[in-house]
């Protein structure tokens, strides 16, 4: 996941800060316009001092007044706030900016669809637009799920209280970039708050159940329906790899994932029509609770000797409540 640092979120030196930010190797810089158009003066500065891409979140009730400062100082990214706009915003074709929307977490995602065939990504306010040092909102993790389903080609970033741990579910989610601001400028040493953003091991305030597929968004069969046939159209239907088995009060009896159902070809590749279902589902897989925090959860992967890909979360009595991927850490950055 792309780092994009907040630039304006200390009181030090713009050229002391693009230097820094750059000696660390920092994906973007993050420039925040709260309808002031001087902010371009520190683009161009920034432009003379360094290559690194500049993200611009332009937060305007009359962005048109941004149209010719953009052809003359072209940026890399460049995002409008949706809550300021008073119509459909209509970019000009010569701004070759990658385009964004951005939402606060009021707003519902389906806002995007207008925009969905020009512009290339959506920016999730998890704090309040322009302002630095709030707590994340842990509804955005919902806000992620539902947009990668109903626009799975766009990418998603995200801004305002990313710490370490934030950090790393929003790479787990499949999440693009992520703008910090405080989070960088206020730690002891900003390398090391860079590296946390990168790595994360440190202090949990969330919990699996904040940020799992739920029920309903997971593959899920009744054990007693389970055939072959079945678990490989339901693998199929959900595109995620894998499906759990349920017994009649919900507890978890098993996980078939496409590592199972190849080890069984394998072993019954002779009687291929005839393979026991019993024989591509693993009745043990390794499984965690909902009420586990991030903490819990990497200690929990770091213990196996073997790659974790799906990972059933339960609830303390056994049954099925939401499920993890691993792919998107697996697949690195899109």
Same mark, same amino acid.
């Given at each position: 996941m792309k780092i994009s640092a907040s630039i304006y979120s200390t009181d030090r030196p713009l050229l002391e800060v693009v230097k820094e930010l750059d000696a660390h190797r920092i994906d973007y810089f993050h420039v925040d316009c709260n309808d002031d158009v001087r902010v371009f003066e520190d683009i161009k500065k920034i432009r003379e001092w360094s290559t690194t891409p500049i993200d611009l979140h332009i937060i305007s009730s009359t962005p048109e007044k941004y149209f010719d400062l953009l052809r003359e100082t072209p940026v890399d990214y460049?995002?409008?706030?949706?809550?300021?706009?008073?119509?459909?915003?209509?970019?000009p074709a010569d701004i070759k900016a990658r385009k964004g929307l951005a939402i606060t977490a009021n707003s519902d995602i389906t806002v995007f669809d207008e925009y969905a065939d020009n512009f290339d990504f959506m920016l999730m306010m998890a704090t309040i637009p322009g302002k630095s040092g709030g707590s994340f909102n842990k509804d955005i993790f919902r806000k992620i799920r539902e947009f990668k389903r109903r626009y799975p080609t766009k990418r998603i970033h995200v801004d305002g209280g990313v710490n370490g741990e934030v950090s790393f579910i929003l790479r787990n989610m499949g999440v693009y970039a992520s703008v910090s601001g405080s989070y960088l400028f206020k730690a002891e040493?900003?390398?090391?708050?860079?590296?946390?953003?990168?790595?994360y091991?440190?202090?949990?305030?969330?919990?699996?159940? +904040?940020?799992?597929?739920?029920?309903?968004?997971?593959p899920v069969?009744?054990? #007693?329906?389970?055939?072959? !046939?079945? =678990?490989?159209?339901t693998i199929d239907n959900y595109q995620l790899g894998f499906v759990m088995l349920s017994d009649a009060e919900g507890?978890?009896?098993?996980?078939?994932?496409?590592? +199972?159902?190849?080890k069984g070809l394998i072993k019954h590749f002779a009687k291929l029509? #005839?393979?026991?279902?019993? !024989?591509? =589902?693993?009745?043990?897989?390794?499984?965690?609770?909902?009420?586990?925090?991030?903490?819990?959860?990497?200690?929990?992967i770091k213990s196996k000797n073997f790659p974790i890909s799906y990972l059933p979360v339960i609830n303390d009595q056994g049954q099925i409540s939401g499920a993890l991927t691993f792919i998107n850490l697996i697949k690195g950055e899109a």
């Open positions: 460049v995002t409008f706030q949706h809550e300021d706009l008073k119509s459909k915003l209509v970019l040493s900003l390398g090391f708050a860079l590296l946390n953003l990168k790595t091991e440190n202090e949990s305030l969330f919990t699996v159940r +904040d940020f799992m597929l739920n029920n309903g968004e997971i069969l009744a054990e #007693h329906e389970a055939s072959f !046939e079945s =678990i490989l159209k507890r978890l009896a098993g996980i078939s994932s496409n590592a +199972d159902i190849r029509p #005839h393979i026991p279902v019993q !024989e591509i =589902i693993n009745t043990q897989p390794v499984t965690i609770r909902e009420s586990a925090t991030v903490i819990e959860l990497l200690r929990l």
